[in-house]
């Protein structure tokens, strides 16, 4: 299995420009997470899925849009790019099996500079 | 939303010492998590604590939990280079809103 998997893991964009960050899993996982991390703040949660066809907003929505249109894949959107943007972005998946609030798992990053 | 924040900072110890890092958090949990991120690379999972558990290990690791406190704890014994890497903490609240709060983070170097 590939697990969580991250396209593209790099991308420059100039201020004003769109483009979308894409998140797969193989795990049949229902939900999955989109996270920026930024130095010296940890991960912060940008939107989030509990399955198909959902999203909902988590700490850092403003700028991003989300859409969840099949089970595996979580489509991160950025509409108009603004250097704020820059960070590295990160997806997660865990099973809601086994109760609750278990372990996440993650992939490898993208790492978005917009100029 | 409830936030880890995890002491010290920055660590720097010697192969084979133990290295102590803590976590410290605000609101009622469901669960403690520890993630492990090497440089450059996605968080991994280290180990899970339920609010109910008090000291749980897996390998090397030993993590304790005091609800009272509200705070937990991360040790990692007889450290190996392979353990340099930063270190965080994440919460799961216990009002279910399915997400996990992550603290700043702790970097350790563990010198050969």
């Known amino acids: 299995n590939a697990g969580v998997t991250q396209t593209p893991k790099f991308r420059v964009l100039k201020t004003g420009q769109s483009m979308t960050l894409l998140c797969a899993q193989d795990m049949n996982h229902e939900y999955m997470y989109w996270y920026r991390q930024d130095p010296g703040m940890g991960l912060r949660l940008i939107h989030y899925s509990v399955g198909e066809g959902t999203t909902a907003k988590g700490e850092v929505p403003d700028g991003y849009n989300v859409s969840r249109l099949k089970k595996q894949n979580f489509l991160l959107g950025l509409e108009s790019a603004a250097p704020s943007q820059t960070s590295v972005y990160f997806c997660?998946?865990?099973?809601?099996?086994?109760?609750?609030?278990?372990?996440?798992?993650f992939g490898p990053g993208t790492r978005l500079t917009v100029l | 939303s409830q936030q880890g924040e995890e002491d010290p900072q920055a660590l720097s110890i010697q192969e084979g010492e133990n290295a102590t890092m803590n976590c410290s958090y605000k609101?009622?949990?469901?669960?403690l998590q520890w993630y492990r991120q090497n440089s450059g690379r996605g968080l991994v999972h280290l180990i899970l604590?339920?609010?109910?558990?008090r000291e749980k290990h897996s390998g090397r690791l030993r993590v304790t939990l005091d609800t009272s406190k509200k705070s937990s704890s991360l040790l990692i014994t007889a450290s190996r280079a392979a353990d340099t890497a930063s270190y965080f903490c994440?919460?799961?609240?216990?009002?279910?809103?399915?997400?996990?709060?992550f603290g700043k983070g702790n970097q350790v170097v563990v010198i050969p």
């Open positions: 609101t009622s949990i469901n669960n």
């Open positions: 997660a998946s865990r099973t809601h099996l086994g109760g609750s609030y278990n372990e996440q798992f």
């Open positions: 994440a919460t799961a609240g216990a009002g279910g809103n399915n997400r996990l709060a």
């Open positions: 604590i339920r609010s109910n558990e």
